[in-house]
């Protein structure tokens, strides 16, 4: 009786995993959707690249200003 319900258990198991990818991977791709399709989506990934983009210039801004020996 043990064997059958030791199975069981484990063929629970196995759905569970599988349950929580299939919901894991739909969350992935609605936020995906989501951030490229939505106007506001959008406007938030224009603000990610503007800010990473000046933080790319202030650095290399910086660095020149140190290295300039006036």
């Known amino acids: 009786m043990t064997n ?7 063929k629970s198991q196995k ?3 599988q349950s929580f990818n ?3 991977q739909e969350y ?3 936020a995906l959707k989501e ?3 939505t106007p506001e989506g959008l406007l938030s990934l224009g603000l990610f690249v503007f ?3 000046m933080g790319i ?3 290399k801004m ?6 300039n020996d006036q």
């Open 62 to 67: 910086f660095i020149s200003k140190m290295n």
């Open 51 to 53: 800010m990473i983009g």
């Open 15 to 17: 759905t569970d995993v």
């Open 35 to 37: 951030l490229f399709l």
């Open 28 to 30: 992935i791709v609605g």
């Open 22 to 24: 299939y919901y894991k």
């Open 57 to 59: 210039y202030l650095v």
């Open 4 to 10: 059958v319900v030791d199975l069981y258990q484990l």
